[in-house]
C-alpha cells in the first residue's frame, strides 16, 4: 500500500547518519557528541528541557496534567540494518542499556549487520457478540456479509482508504467455554461467544484508532448479523499478524576479550538461551532485557510501548507455555553465534505522540529513513531488541551483568546524594573503590570531598 506523506521536517533531514560507528564517543561532552551526529543548535533544541515536551502542549496530551517528566536520551551506536547505518535513540533511566546494545552492534557488524523484515501493518479489531443463540447460523451469516462489512469498514475510515489501506477481512471466531478449573469459583461463563476479527492495513500509523473507529461502527450491524449483543469493541495488542524478526551473526573472535574465549561465550549464550525457551520464570526476565532495548526506541519514537509489551508477552506464551522471543545457536562451521527474534511489532511512525513531542521529533531526524517507514522503524526496533538481550546474555555468561552497571549506578546514588553535576564523577569513584554503592556511602564521600573546599 502507499505510505503516508512525509511529516514536514522529516523529507529532508540534515542530521540522517552516513556512518553509526563513531569511536570514543562516550567520552565527549553533550554538545560534542551533537557536533558528532551532525545535529546543529536547531537540531539539538528539542533536546533540551527548554525546547523538549513544554506544559502547555503536555497540558494537551493528556488529562489533570501538573508537569512533565524527563528521560535520559542517548543514542545507540554501530547499528547497520539490512546494509544501512543508523543512530539509535533511545530514552530510558537504566544504566548499561545504551552501552550493551552498541557494544553487540559492534560485534554484529562485524558479521555484516543485522537483517531484517517485517510484515505489513495489519491491525486487527474484535467485537464481542454476547447472547447468540445459534452460533453456526451467526458465523455463518457474518460470513455471507463480509463484502458489505469490508465496504462499511471501509466507510468509517475513508482517509486510511484513500492512502491505500482500510479494512481487508473479516472473521468470526467462537470462543469455548472455559474449563471448569478456570472458573475460579464462578458458576457461570457467560455462555457461547462468538468474536468478530475485523482486520485494519494502516498504513504507517500504529492503527488504535482506525480500527478502533471501525469496529464500534460496525458493531451494531454485527450484532443484528449474529442476533446478539455486542459488548467490547477494540484493537487487539497481540498483533500476531504483524511480526517484525531480526537476525545476526557474530564471528566468535568478536565475542573474546582479554580473559574470554569467544567460543565459549558464544557457547555460554546458547545455553543461557536454552535456560530461557525452557523455563518461564527465567524467559520472562530474558525477554525483560528485550524489551529494554524495544522500549526505549519506542519511547523515543512516540511509540506506544505498553501496546508492544503486552503483544511481545502474550506472543511468548502463544504455545501455551511462556517461552524466549529470541534463539541462538552456534552455526554449522563452529565459527560464529547466530541470534534471531521474532515478536509482535505495531509501531507506526505517524500519529499519537510522534508529532506532537518536540523531543520525538527531534529523535525522529536522527533516524532518517527509518522515521519514514513503519516496516523499517519495526524491523529495526526488532534488531534492538536482539541487539540487548544479546548484550545482557554476553555480559552474565563472562563478567557478570554488575561490573557494567556499577559505575553508571554509582553516578546515580551520588546525585540522589545530593552531589552536583562537577562532584559526582568523584563521589561515584570513591563508592565503586570502595564496592559500596550505598546512599549512605555516597554521603559520606560527598561530605569528605566538600570538606576539602574549606
Ligand atoms: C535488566 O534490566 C535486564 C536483565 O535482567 C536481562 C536478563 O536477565 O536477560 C539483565
Redesign the pocket.
Known sequence: MATTAHPPGLETTTTTSTASRLPGFYRRSVDERRRLLGLSPADSAPFDVDGGLQVPVADQMIENVVGVLGLPLGVALNFIVDGEAVIVPMAVE?P??VAACSHIARLAAAGGGFTTSADPPITVGQVQLLQVADLSRAQAAIDDARDELIASGNRLCPGLKERGGGVVDVRCRVLPRLPSDDLHGDLDDGGPMLVVHVVLECGDAMGANAVNSVVEGLSDRLAELARGVACLRILTNLADERCARASMRIPFAQLGGDDDDGAAVARGIVD?YRF?ARDPW?AC??????M?GVDALAIATGNDWRALEAGAHAYAARSGRYTSLTRFFVDEEQACLVGSITLPMAVGTVGGATRVHPTVQGARKLLGSFALSTTKLAGLMAAVGLA??TG??K??VSEG?QRGHMALHARQVALAAGATAAEVEAVASVLVASGSIRLGRAQEALATLRSTYE
Open positions: 537504566e548499561s542499556i543461557a530461557a527465567r526476565t530474558h525477554n525483560k532485557g528485550i529494554n540487548q538481550n545482557a546474555l555480559a552474565m551483568i
